[in-house]
């Protein structure tokens, strides 16, 4: 079975602090993507990045960065420089590869609320 | 290439009658799920279809949920007899190959 513990629930920031969203998974399989999707207010679902358990590279996209560390099952999210516009709720998702449930269901954290004031 | 279409967007219901969520995937996706999300939760499977096929509804409520994914048509989530417990945001994503999922805007459920 799969877990996504996100023990975060809210975080509020000031605009330009920069700010990390801790996610933590448990898996029994050996390879899995993970996953960050932004849910702002509006209410739908944005995707924001893939990763697979092969890769262990840091990622930055812009103010985005995301740090997998497969030892202590961490894939953290960092956002540099917060604006207004990044207040939504986040959330980390896994998914196996080649197991059982592979193809099948994402396995969702239960979501940080993150407020960045101006 | 449009993106994952759900209809309605908000849909009203009384207790007792029936919802009926509509998802047509992205062209080229044979691959279908359904989330709900409740309210101040993270988002939980239902179910995963491809063209008439259910391939996993392990997370589907036993009674009064079902799903289908015809050959031709969106793919339908129908909830019988709603309760107010049904209130959620119910997702569609689709897949090509069952790896990413691409998300609908989802569906706002309310029962009166």
């Known amino acids: 079975a799969q877990k996504v513990t996100q023990a975060q629930t809210e975080i509020s920031v000031v605009e330009k602090e920069d700010v990390t969203l801790d996610c933590v998974y448990e898996?029994?399989?050996?390879?899995?993507?993970l996953f960050w999707y932004k849910q702002p207010p509006s209410g739908e679902l944005v995707f924001l990045i893939r990763r697979n358990s092969f890769d262990e590279q840091n990622e930055i996209s812009g103010r985005y960065s995301w740090n997998f560390q497969k030892s202590t099952s961490s894939f953290n999210f960092t956002i540099t420089a917060s604006q207004v516009v990044d207040s939504a709720v986040y959330f980390c998702a896994l998914n196996p590869i080649g197991g059982e449930t592979s193809g099948s269901r994402l396995t969702f954290g239960e979501g940080t609320q993150l407020t960045v004031n101006p | 290439n449009a993106g994952v279409m759900q209809n309605p967007r908000h849909l009203v219901r009384r207790r007792g009658q029936e919802a009926r969520l509509r998802c047509s995937p992205m062209k080229g996706h044979s691959h279908v799920y359904w989330y709900r999300q409740l309210p101040e939760e993270g988002l939980k499977f239902m179910v995963y279809?491809?063209?008439?096929?259910?391939?996993?509804e392990s997370g589907m409520p036993k009674e009064r949920f079902s799903a289908e994914f015809p050959k031709e048509g969106p793919s339908i989530l129908r909830i019988q007899q709603v309760v107010r417990g049904d209130s959620a945001a119910y997702f569609c994503?689709?897949?090509?190959?069952?790896?990413?999922?691409?998300f609908g805007p989802g569906t706002r459920l309310t029962v009166l």
């Open positions: 279809l491809q063209k008439e096929n259910i391939i996993d």
């Open positions: 898996t029994r399989d050996t390879t899995y993507y």
């Open positions: 994503a689709s897949s090509p190959l069952g790896i990413e999922q691409f």
